[in-house]
């Protein structure tokens, strides 16, 4: 098996780009955009903002506070498995799965959840379905497995001095969640850590239907092969993909609301920009005029 670090950026699929295509449009998350995945392969993406690097902080911590849970039960996993699986002859799907439990065919992706609308959908709604990137995720690694077995496990954090009227979306916030995960980290039974967790169970069914909590849905794995496929045709021909992801919210916080890209796509489907090199090198001017350098 090829190992990730081998093979070529600008034809690989990544496993954070899951994403799912049902009837020619894309679900899933900003990440799952076909046009921001060409954009990636070729070396153009924005630099995560000081925000972004808490929360990127949060889940690295979450992992590891999921699998001492893991360890303390006596149960044998793999953090951070590789996998690469061919789509095309040319083009791979390549990523590294949070948690695999071989002797349970089982694959585990794990959430830190650090938004109230996140937490709504996902602890008060139980609304999986509402997070179809997550569903894709998790889907795209059981099939490159090929385990029918899966697992998305999210965990709240909430700081010791939360009250209803902290402000959480906000650096300070999760500085204080991530000392806090620290402390319970190095000594479990001083630390006051305030957290609530749920899982989703997923199982591919011989049929291709995918259950989710035992029930069956009707979303068939068909739609993770198809978004593999048509990412694939864009790596391989350097092609804009004619849509965006279908939009969750109309509103800022949809997949393109904080995009960095959207100006471009904008100019793109109203024929201002031309070819997909263009596509490209408008993009990099855009990121770099973001980010201008310093001399």
Sequence with gaps: ???PEDLDPKLTLRGGNSGLLINGQIYGSSE???RKILLRAHGIEKAPDELSKYIFEIGHLNEKFFCKGLAAAGKEFIEEKPVVVPITDRVNFCGHSD???DSETLVYELKSVTSK???DKIFKKRDIRAKTQYLAQCLSYMLAFEYSLGKIAFTSYKSQNYTSK???HCIPYYAEVIVDIQDYLEEPSTANLN???TE???EILPSGIVAIDGEETQ???QAVWDFQEAAAKVLEDVSIYPTRPVQASPSHWGECGFCPFKNICDRWEAKEIKTAQDFLEESRREVQSQHPTKE
Aim: glycine share 0%.
């Design 200 to 202: 989703f169970d997923l």
């Design 166 to 168: 902290t402000k959480t």
């Design 219 to 221: 979303l068939h794995v």
């Design 32 to 34: 799952s955009c076909l």
């Design 1 to 3: 098996m090829k190992k």
């Design 195 to 197: 957290y609530e967790k």
């Design 99 to 101: 948690v695999v439990l």
């Design 117 to 119: 609308h996140t937490y």
